[in-house]
């Protein structure tokens, strides 16, 4: 990012005094602004969700084949039950050779070490752990999904430019440059996303990123545990012979003569990698690219973030949840077709019989995970306040500590100028909006009041006679689109040096010209801390030309620590407030209101 001042400051500006001592004025302005908010509702109605957006359905996954050729995945189904039969002749094959066999002779598979005999067992917080990981990851991979369907493609470069993506499940972009990121998102059926319904990412980040606490909780007790009882031999190799033993393994699997099973001692060479890899490779690499994504973390920490863009870490985030889906897949079918009864006992009983026991536990268990899937979405569209609320609860500490990381300039320059920066949002449509764009925003004012000293009135010509601020940052969607452009305009350091807000001040609320999804004035409430920040500025140029209409004109709301649904744009009027619940739902903004959202949303 980088910043540039100009030599004026807050107080070479000569106001019109008037206005500016006329607080009745002001006052009656910030009353009407009031007068158009909206609150949301407290229920979910399909057919008037976001707007009545209509419910749109996108096209099987796509991953792109060099420059402008695109691989259809549903082919991969016919491929693998190819591929399958192949492996098995492969497999048969390769166990006629008197060299293939004796290899498996001197590697049958398992390494059982005096060790691994003295640890044998599985304990039984193993098992309730084993149990807790499965019932948390259907919510997580399923809000997952849900989330990703507000923007169904991947890219490996930092910019978002439609037609870069290397993987989608929707159509080319429209050729409408007007098309917006909202517009571009896809419905999921009711029972695979979560909540299932089109653009509910709020409540779907409300579920995923909630329950992914838990599952960290949950994973770090894991290697506590692990390490503090022994069972960390089972799953991470401690001799080079794992890799034979583990090709010996795959063998025998693909002849479908498979290797004596000795779960109970010891895994054998290929399991002990998967699951080697499962816990100490992809948990943390999940836990690693989701960070990556968060706008607060990656301005801050721009080192990493340079290689570890949030683009990139949402393209490995995707790969890291298709490696769970193929172990879960491949586990479970192992489970079943290698001896049902005792794994079972294994898994959910802690004992190494052929009893019932374990099937009888497995079957309650299933009963549990298939009544909450049900449950999930039904809940969620009765209960929406009480899946913010819990979410918020959950993952609220965490955002709180990362949004008081203030980002330094200096991580873009121009050269990082995205080719294509997206629009989003609802426009203005209003006769007041419609007269000030007709005349060049001549007679703009923008009103800044509330709970501030000196109150104003500050037209364009205003604005920029303050000090110059200019700064090249990344936005970062909360729908998950990126784009880096070059803003200007003035530090929102410098209106608060302006209007010298009071003690009691602890937000400072935003309002736009346009109107949210539902009507409505759209808005979003920012801590007054976060006004000083060294990136948060009121931007009235964008790449060197003034803010265009789909971007904001005349002014739009700059603070690199947050997503872009807080980033307001056609800013109308700014209040300085001591509460969120002063104003319109009480939420903290309009998507927060009416769609779910979280008033702190840095990752």
């Not at 390494?111 to 193993?126: D, K, M, N, R």
């Not at 992809?282 to 836990?287: C, E, S």
């Not at 629009?423 to 909006?433: A, F, L, M, T």
Request: with cysteine.
């Amino acid at each position: 990012m980088t910043e540039q001042l100009s030599d004026g400051d807050a107080g070479s500006i000569e106001l019109d005094h008037q206005t500016s001592r006329d607080r009745g004025r002001l006052d009656d302005e910030v009353r009407e602004i009031h007068d158009q908010l909206t609150v949301g509702e407290d229920v979910i109605e399909i057919g008037s969700w976001a707007g009545s957006i209509p419910q749109a359905y996108g096209t099987a996954p796509h991953v792109r084949v060099g420059r402008d050729r695109w691989f259809n995945l549903l082919w991969l189904i016919p491929m693998s039950l190819v591929a399958l039969v192949l492996s098995v002749a492969l497999g048969k094959a390769l166990r006629d050779i008197p060299a293939v066999e004796a290899f498996i002779t001197r590697h049958p598979g398992t390494i059982i070490t005096p060790s691994a005999q003295e640890h044998a067992g599985f304990p039984v917080w193993l098992n309730a752990q084993h149990f807790l990981n499965l019932f948390l990851m259907t919510f997580i991979i399923r809000a997952g999904w849900q989330i990703l369907a507000d923007h169904p493609r991947l890219y490996w470069t930092r910019h978002s430019t439609p037609g870069k993506e290397w993987f989608r499940f929707q159509k080319p972009v429209h050729t409408d440059r007007m098309w917006t990121a909202k517009q571009d998102s896809i419905t999921l059926p009711r029972h695979i996303g979560l909540p299932g319904i089109r653009h509910s990412i709020g409540l779907a980040r409300w579920w995923h990123l909630g329950v992914d606490v838990l599952w960290l909780a949950n994973g770090i007790l894991f290697y506590i545990l692990l390490f503090s009882t022994g069972q960390w031999r089972r799953i991470i190799p401690t001799t080079w012979e794992v890799f034979p033993n583990a090709i010996s393994t795959m063998i025998q699997y693909m002849s479908l003569n498979w290797p004596a099973e000795h779960g109970w001692v010891a895994y054998n060479g290929l399991q002990l990698i998967t699951y080697f890899i499962t816990v100490f490779v992809a948990a943390p690499a999940a836990l690693l690219s989701g960070l990556g994504m968060s706008p607060a973390l990656s301005t801050r920490f721009r080192r990493v973030s340079m290689v570890l863009s949030i683009q990139v870490a949402r393209s490995l985030h995707f790969l890291v949840m298709c490696w769970f889906l193929f172990f879960i897949v491949s586990h479970v079918t192992m489970v079943f077709t290698t001896g049902l009864v005792v794994n079972l006992n294994h898994m959910f009983a802690a004992r190494d019989t052929k009893s019932w026991v374990g099937m009888a536990i497995f079957l309650i268990a299933m009963t549990a995970v298939t009544a909450a899937w049900f449950a999930a979405s039904p809940f969620t569209l009765r209960h929406p306040r009480v899946v913010q609320r819990v979410g918020f609860a959950l993952i609220g500490p965490f955002q709180r500590l990362f949004e008081h990381l203030d980002s330094s300039p200096g991580e873009y320059s121009d050269k990082d100028l995205s080719p294509y920066f997206w629009h989003n949002g609802r426009v203005p449509d209003s006769v007041e909006y419609q007269l000030l764009q007709r005349e060049g925003f001549e007679d703009y004012r923008l009103v800044v009041d509330g709970l501030v000293e000196s109150p104003v009135g500050l037209g364009l010509a205003d604005l920029h006679a303050l000090a110059h601020h200019e700064q090249t940052t990344q936005h970062f969607c909360i729908q998950g689109w990126s784009g880096v452009a070059k803003w200007g305009g003035v530090s929102m350091q410098t209106i608060l040096d302006l209007v010298h807000p009071l003690p009691e001040a602890e937000w400072v609320v935003f309002y736009s010209f346009g109107e949210g999804s539902d009507g409505g004035l759209y808005y979003d409430a920012h801590p007054i801390d976060q006004m000083s920040y060294e990136l948060t500025m009121l931007a009235y140029d964008m790449n060197g030309e003034p803010l265009s209409f789909g971007h904001g004109a005349p002014l739009r709301l700059r603070n690199e620590v947050q997503l872009g649904f807080k980033q307001v744009k056609w800013i109308k009027g700014i209040e300085f407030v001591h509460d969120l619940s002063e104003v319109g739902g009480g939420f903290g903004g309009y998507n927060e209101d009416h769609e779910f959202f979280g008033y702190r949303q840095s990752i």
